[in-house]
């Protein structure tokens, strides 16, 4: 069964960083793709980045683009969200998701197969 675990949330001031970790198991996950999408108060979840788990490609919403990076560490089953330049608005709670099959970039979150239970990223002004 998929697992996937995500952890590194938590509150920081505007301008400031931090990096988001979700952990993966439960299946062989080469020619995967992991993404990330947030979802604050009273609005839809949204795409933030996703990344194939082997060869290139990684893909970013306009809004984190040259901010957010994404980036996996392959022995370690572990994707990574490094976060700077942060901002109010990108106060949400972050999920980790995975999308089995081949993946060309899609922003959807149907495309994902398998999600983390969150964790909350607050951002004060």
């Known amino acids: 069964q998929v697992q996937l675990v995500e952890s590194g949330g938590g509150l920081v001031q505007a301008g400031g960083s931090l990096r988001l970790s979700c952990e993966a198991s439960?299946?062989?996950?080469?020619?995967?793709?992991m993404g990330w999408f947030r979802q604050a108060p009273g609005k839809e979840r949204e795409f933030v980045a996703a990344?194939?788990?082997?060869?290139?490609?990684?893909y970013y919403a306009d809004t984190v683009k040259g901010r957010f990076t994404i980036s996996r560490d392959n022995a370690k089953n572990t994707v990574y969200l490094q976060m700077s330049s942060l901002k109010p608005e990108d106060t949400a709670v972050y999920y980790c998701?995975?999308?089995?099959?081949?993946?060309?970039?899609?922003?959807?979150?149907?495309?994902?197969?398998?999600w983390g239970q969150g964790t909350q990223v607050t951002v004060s002004s």
């Open positions: 439960g299946r062989t996950f080469s020619g995967a793709a």
């Open positions: 990344i194939r788990w082997s060869g290139g490609g990684s």
């Open positions: 998701a995975v999308a089995f099959g081949d993946y060309s970039g899609s922003y959807y979150s149907e495309r994902f197969d398998y």
